[in-house]
């Protein structure tokens, strides 16, 4: 059975795609694991490049670029992974979400997937993320955006106090780096997730284009009763935000996943002078552009098709 089925949606970073690839596939070990390279229409040589030095990964070349979400769904049900409760002979025991401007050093998936075997609660687990500095990635470590916790991020509290456990909720700066914990969501860039945790909840929310589907999908699973482990035993290298900074739609999308995550998950428990502050924040932070959100209200989860949710 295939141990590890692992899907990689690229925009045209092609250089970064190759490192990426080439790291993965220097992983030693008795690991049996498959690549699905998903391209949203990158303008480089990307898939070319991939089908030219690495014929052993599966290549999905979108004539579009469908957003993150979306992509990643397609390389799961690629690998057999499919909607809630249905998934394929053969399909891998654990999925990874990985992104092309990762570098993982040899024995990285053969030790989480050693962790993962010894651990049946855990749902996702995900390593310590270093930038090119040599500094932590916060992002593969949070917690939930709680409507608290965002306001405490947001007015720069979080910031001020990065010590104090009640206003760093998000990014958990009063965590040592080094201590593995159970934590509420690491980052979509490295996410190792057990299969059977997706049999339950689902594939992403396609309603998120890009930022957002990976805290939303840590909850449903984190909800579903699985742990959320940050394991700092792992290392990883994250050269962050290379593909997003080339689409001019990924600010915009980052904003406008609040909403959505907000509204799906948190609007029915929010008091009126949070709620308010809340739209206030993501209203002046996300600028013109995320208004017609905010008034759309719940509406919002209206606005995108909810293509292969779980029920």
């Not at 391209?39 to 990307?46: L, V």
């Not at 013109?288 to 509406?299: F, V, Y």
Request: aromatic fraction near 10%; charged fraction near 20%; charge should be neutral.
């Amino acid at each position: 059975m295939l141990d590890l089925g692992i899907v990689i949606v690229n925009y045209n970073v092609c250089d970064l795609l190759r490192r990426c690839l080439e790291t993965v596939f220097a992983c030693g070990g008795d690991l049996q694991f498959r690549v699905w390279v998903v391209d949203n229409a990158s303008p480089d040589e990307s898939v070319a490049m991939v089908r030219r030095e690495f014929p052993q990964v599966a290549v999905i070349a979108n004539q579009e670029n469908v957003g993150y979400p979306a992509a990643n769904n397609q390389g799961l049900q690629a690998m057999g992974v499919g909607e809630a409760g249905h998934v394929l002979p053969g399909a891998p025991r654990y999925v990874l979400l990985l992104n092309p401007d990762t570098e993982v050093e040899p024995d990285t998936l053969g030790r989480l997937i050693a962790f993962m075997d010894e651990a049946d609660g855990v749902g996702v687990v995900g390593p310590k993320l270093l930038l090119p500095t040599g500094e932590l990635d916060h992002a593969c470590r949070r917690g939930f955006p709680t409507p608290r916790a965002s306001f405490y991020y947001m007015t720069g509290l979080s910031r001020l106090f990065p010590r104090s456990s009640r206003f760093a909720q998000y990014d958990l700066k009063h965590l040592s780096v080094d201590q593995q914990v159970d934590v509420d969501a690491v980052t979509g860039a490295f996410m190792l997730v057990r299969t059977a945790a997706i049999v339950e909840v689902g594939l992403l929310d396609e309603r998120f284009w890009m930022y957002g589907e990976d805290l939303d999908w840590a909850k449903r699973i984190k909800d579903a009763g699985w742990r959320v482990v940050y394991n700092p035993v792992v290392k990883a290298l994250h050269v962050k935000g290379r593909s997003s900074r080339q689409n001019p739609r990924a600010r915009i999308e980052f904003y406008r996943a609040m909403p959505i995550f907000y509204y799906k998950h948190y609007r029915a428990e929010t008091p009126f002078w949070l709620h308010f502050f809340v739209l206030l924040g993501i209203a002046l932070k996300g600028g013109r552009p995320l208004w017609s959100d905010i008034m759309a209200g719940e509406a919002i989860l209206e606005r995108r098709s909810p293509h292969l949710l779980a029920p």
